[in-house]
């Protein structure tokens, strides 16, 4: 279907259907100017097309069909004007259910094309300005959909002027829209919390066109800074190693099993395996740790009275 609504917007030449855009040259009201020659087609001359369309896939027929209802697109299309999205946007998404619902028509079903095409127009347009809104995507199920366009509508109705809803407001619009009131909280707290660029100006009275990025204080350390303490590491794991290795066995096993092990093994377990006592065992961790500790401040500092 996508191929054939593509093959549907080319030049005349190759499909024979020919449907006017809206472009930035002309701007809307030469688009509208162009769409406005085009006649209004009667419920009869409607199934005419369709038929047509539908049986011989005739593209004269079909281009008069989508041609006589490019006013119902920019009609839907102005009603979506204030969330942001160019008209010219939502006209180009709206056409394209247009077409959308040319080829899912079926005349003998006894409905008018316009008010097929309206369900087709309403959900490109929807989901245009989903995508367009945030970089975080929104909207995913049917419900937060509802909530999104209809939330403004609702508290107009309910007379909320609040822009923080309170729990009992959440209740009340949710009930007006029939859906869960979790959804309504979600999507109405998402709508007000725009994407805010980094580069927009901060308008700053010491740095006035500064963009926001520029005047976020910057946390991380500085290359120098990572470098010295990636060598401080290397050096520390080295004197480690070297001085450990100058304990008597003993001392450095129950050093290590007590202050480099995760978890640290028991005074009681390390009793058990050395027939000595829980005292004795801390008395040699308490010994091996200060010579330990003091062998690498000596070595570093180079003060050999280093106690």
């Known amino acids: 279907m996508t191929k054939q609504i593509k093959n549907a917007l080319v030049p005349k030449s190759e499909t024979g259907i020919t449907v006017p855009t809206y472009g930035d040259d002309s701007g809307l009201a030469g688009y509208m100017r162009t769409i406005s020659k085009f006649p209004i087609l009667s419920a009869e001359q409607e199934y005419e097309y369709a038929s047509k369309w539908v049986r011989d896939h005739d593209n004269e027929a079909a281009e008069k069909l989508l041609v006589s209802h490019l006013r119902l697109v920019v009609s839907v299309a102005y009603d979506f004007r204030n969330y942001g999205i160019p008209v010219g946007e939502l006209v180009a998404s709206g056409n394209m259910g247009l077409m959308q619902a040319l080829q899912k028509f079926d005349p003998e079903k006894g409905f008018r094309f316009s008010t097929y095409a309206m369900f087709w127009i ?150 058990k395996k050395y027939n000595i006592s829980r005292e004795r065992v801390r008395q040699i961790e308490e010994r091996a740790f200060n010579k330990l500790r003091d062998a690498i401040l000596s070595e570093t500092t180079g003060n050999k009275d280093v106690k």
Do not use: C
């Open 122 to 271: 309403r959900a490109e347009i929807y989901e245009t300005i989903l995508n367009n809104w945030s970089i975080v995507k929104i909207g995913t199920s049917a419900n937060q959909k509802r909530v999104f366009f209809n939330l403004a509508r609702a508290k107009r109705a309910l007379g909320i002027m609040d822009g923080n809803l309170s729990d009992e407001q959440t209740e009340k619009i949710a009930a007006y829209l029939d859906v869960p009131a979790d959804d309504v909280k979600r999507m109405s707290t998402r709508i007000v919390a725009r994407d805010l660029s980094l580069n927009s100006p901060a308008r700053t009275s010491e740095q006035d066109g500064a963009d926001m990025l520029s005047n976020m204080a910057d946390n991380t350390d500085s290359v120098i800074e990572n470098v010295e303490r990636h060598e401080m590491m290397v050096r520390g794991g080295a004197l480690l190693k070297k001085h450990l290795a100058a304990l008597p066995e003993r001392d450095r096993e129950i050093l290590r099993a007590r202050r480099l092990s995760e978890p640290a093994v028991t005074l009681e377990s390390l009793a």
